[in-house]
């Protein structure tokens, strides 16, 4: 059982390019979301997804777009990247809604734009 | 904007000694969490009180919640080195809202 994957760990994006964070879980959680975590800013929600076909904005949505063809993959994709997008992203997992579960994250991919 | 608000941001005890962390949220809840997050690593969940619940006990662990109030707190009994890491709450405000996390406490446990 792998819970929560991300890939890559670690990536160095040059302005402008673009990219994609993959997620994957294995524990047929319907609810996955990202989040970034910069120095002193705690977690902020970019998208999440209640379901396969279904997804939504959080706080700091601009410059990414996500999908969820599949229960297990909700990839992560940079447009257009922009030194602002420096971060570590998170991507989290749990069963439908949250009312009684708690989430289940991944280790994390640290980005670099340049 | 977040939700939370954990206080303080660090906190430096001895081992052995208990560490208390707070947390205060602006909106009505139904749930609030309390995660780990070791350094360079994702987070952990450690335990989740409903907003009809005061108290819950996992371990070493105690939370209390006070909706009166819009806060909650986070006991760790008999602190050992291997509790060093950050601690986040974050709360749910209703049925499929996603998470919305505070900025976290850095706990230091000096051996």
């Known amino acids: 059982n792998a819970g929560v994957t991300q890939t890559p760990k670690f990536q160095v994006l040059k302005t402008g390019q673009s990219m994609t964070l993959q997620c994957a879980q294995d524990?047929?959680?319907?609810?996955m979301s990202w989040y970034r975590q910069d120095p002193g800013m705690g977690l902020r929600l970019i998208h999440y997804?209640?379901?396969?076909?279904?997804?939504d904005q959080g706080e700091v949505p601009n410059g990414y777009n996500v999908s969820r063809s599949t229960t297990e993959d909700f990839p992560l994709r940079l447009l257009s990247a922009a030194p602002s997008q420096t971060s570590v992203y998170f991507c989290?997992?749990?069963?439908?809604?949250?009312?009684?579960?708690?989430?289940?994250f991944g280790s994390g991919t640290r980005l670099t734009v340049v | 904007s977040q939700q939370g608000e954990e206080d303080p941001q660090a906190l430096s005890i001895q081992e052995g000694e208990n560490a208390t962390m707070n947390c205060s949220y602006k909106?009505?809840?139904?749930?609030l969490q309390w995660y780990r997050q070791n350094s360079g690593r994702g987070l952990v969940h450690l335990i989740l009180?409903?907003?009809?619940?005061r108290e819950k006990h996992s371990g070493r662990l105690r939370v209390t919640l006070d909706t009166s109030k819009k806060s909650s707190s986070l006991l760790i009994t008999a602190s050992r080195a291997a509790d060093t890491a950050s601690y986040f709450c974050?709360?749910?405000?209703?049925?499929?809202?996603?998470?919305?996390f505070g900025k976290g406490t850095r706990l230091s446990v000096i051996a």
């Open positions: 989290a997992s749990s069963y439908s809604g949250t009312v009684s579960w708690g989430y289940t």
């Open positions: 524990m047929n959680h319907e609810y």
């Open positions: 997804s209640v379901g396969a076909g279904i997804t």
């Open positions: 909106t009505s809840i139904n749930n």
């Open positions: 009180i409903r907003s009809n619940e």
């Open positions: 974050a709360t749910v405000l209703s049925g499929n809202t996603p998470l919305v």
